[in-house]
């Protein structure tokens, strides 16, 4: 059974730190291209930072460059997002996906956890 299961989400005030992670089991951790998305209230999901399988190539939202730092330890089957200098435009529930490094239709999702950035 797959499942991804994130946490380290709740409340961080702006300029501050938080660190999510996300536990993977159920699949071949180290064969997936691992991926952070958000959704804030009112607005569509939208993609933050990718990790290819290999964790060679990573790629990030304009609006987080600089700030958030994805890493994976593909020993653990764990994927996280380093969050600094958050601001209030970050709060979001902070969701954990998954997809083959070959393509395909297969596409996990985590059930999320919310950031809130307030002082």
């Known amino acids: 059974q797959v499942q991804l299961v994130e946490s380290g989400g709740g409340l961080v005030q702006p300029g501050g730190s938080l660190r999510l992670s996300c536990a993977a089991s159920g699949f071949t951790f180290s064969l997936y291209d691992m991926s952070w998305y958000r959704q804030a209230p009112g607005k569509e999901r939208e993609s933050v930072a990718v990790?290819?399988?290999?964790?060679?190539?990573?790629t990030y939202a304009d609006s987080v460059k600089g700030r958030f730092t994805i890493s994976r330890d593909n020993a653990k089957n764990t994927v996280y997002l380093q969050m600094n200098s958050p601001k209030p435009e970050d709060t979001a529930v902070y969701y954990c996906?998954?997809?083959?490094?070959?393509?395909?239709?297969?596409?996990?999702w985590g059930k999320g956890t919310l950031v809130s950035v307030s002082a």
């Open positions: 996906n998954a997809v083959p490094r070959w393509g395909g239709v297969i596409n996990y």
């Open positions: 990790s290819a399988s290999g964790g060679d190539i990573i």
